[in-house]
């Protein structure tokens, strides 16, 4: 049974050497007996690389998720098939999704937190981006935090990644007008493709986004976001933190909301950046919200049935970057911090 482990606790951006791939040993494929509670084995499939993994990297025990333990399997979001189960609701050959290790078999011991996915048309992985936790924030940060209106104006950062690209095609579909941006016009692929993706063109063409543009080539995004939306920004759904949110801040229109999903340009960051004008909160009457997804599970069933439908009568398309193998698995998450990822990055284990 081959993991992936955390070496140590990290102060800093992360590296691919701040995991290695180890070996386990020989697994049992059966759950170890005994009158304990129940527990499922399962297969890993497929992994998902998440930027909030990055916070379990440290030491530190204060937020709404404990760090990872050091020499143990790096935990995360997962799709694997049950091969042995001493839970009622799970049994062999099922495919479930939910909180799962970093190597080939994992010993679910919180069985109640897993999801049996019904086997459709809709690719298994999928099931860790359009229909998992990232789609899920995406839906309840726009319909629950940014109280939208059909209409409005509405700016999505990171808007190519598993999050962003889901934001904008909900608002287009509620009548919005949206812009996105994103870090490159064109990014290096993983060695399987041979075409190049060009994301800013991505976000246009593929997710229908009114405008797109790369932040990087901007030396003024004030001026950029003016340029954009001439009359100001209704929603800003904030992914990165940073200079954009100090420019958004001084192109928002009055009353206007920002959502704030996450800010992935600060993790890590010794010295985060200053944010200079927070003064238009008040001057514009701006409600800022954070959020957390695990909040709203009560909304969960009805966003699969949404999502799903939307899917299905092609409304919404999906972008996934799948890196092969467990092996590949810290590159691709490191690769998360430095907008290598064209799409919602995971990391297949095994495809059976
Ligand atoms: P993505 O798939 O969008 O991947 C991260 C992207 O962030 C990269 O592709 C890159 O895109 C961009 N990025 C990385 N570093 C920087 C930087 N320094 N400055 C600007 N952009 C950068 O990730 P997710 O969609 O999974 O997550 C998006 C955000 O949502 C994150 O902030 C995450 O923490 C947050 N989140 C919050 C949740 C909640 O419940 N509140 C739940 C899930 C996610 P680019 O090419 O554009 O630079």
Redesign the pocket.
């Known amino acids: 049974n081959r993991k992936v482990v955390l070496r140590g606790y990290i102060d800093r951006a992360p590296r691919e050497d701040d995991m290695e791939l180890v070996d386990g040993g020989d697994v049992a494929l059966r759950v170890p007996g005994g009158a304990g509670a129940p527990t499922v084995l399962v297969k890993n499939l497929y992994l998902s ?4 993994m990055r916070g379990r990297m440290r030491d530190f025990h204060g937020s709404y998720i404990p760090p990872f333990k050091p020499g143990s399997p790096i935990e995360g979001f997962g799709v694997g098939r049950v091969i042995d189960s001493t839970h009622p609701g799970f049994s062999a050959g099922d495919c479930v999704s939910g909180m799962t290790g970093w190597e080939d078999y994992s010993l679910i011991t919180k069985p109640e937190q897993l999801r049996k996915i019904h086997k459709s048309d809709i690719p298994l992985s999928y099931h860790l ?1 359009l229909l998992g ?2 789609g ?3 839906y ?2 726009f319909y629950e935090i940014c109280s939208p209106k059909k209409g409005e104006f509405v700016f999505v ?9 889901i934001v904008g095609q909900l608002a287009k579909l509620h009548g919005c007008y949206v812009v996105g ?4 016009n064109q ?1 290096a692929l993983p060695s399987s493709r041979t075409h190049n993706i060009f ?1 800013v063109e991505l976000l246009k063409e593929k997710f229908g986004f009114d405008a797109a543009f ?3 080539e901007e030396p003024d995004l004030a001026a950029a976001l003016k340029r954009h939306f001439p009359e100001g920004i209704d929603i800003y759904f ?5 200079p ?1 949110l100090d420019a958004v801040l001084l192109n928002m229109r009055i009353h206007g909301r920002i959502a ?8 890590g ?1 010794t010295a985060p950046a200053g944010v200079h004008n927070l003064f238009s909160l008040v001057s514009k009457r701006i409600e800022m919200k ?6 709203y599970l009560h909304l969960f069933p009805q966003f699969v049935d949404d999502i799903t439908k939307h899917y299905r009568d092609r409304k919404i398309a999906y972008v996934e ?1 799948m890196s092969i193998g467990l092996k590949s698995g810290p590159a691709a998450f490191v ?11 995971v990391v297949c284990v095994s495809q059976d």
């Open positions: 690389c998440d930027p909030y981006g936790m990232p899920f924030t995406a309840v940060g950062s990171a808007a190519s990644g598993a999050v962003g690209q941006s994103a870090g490159t990014k994301q790369n932040y990087k904030e992914n990165v933190g940073g954009m704030v999903c996450g800010m992935v340009s600060q993790h960051v954070g959020f957390i997804q695990s909040d970057d690769g998360l911090f430095s907008g290598k990822n064209v799409g919602k990055q």
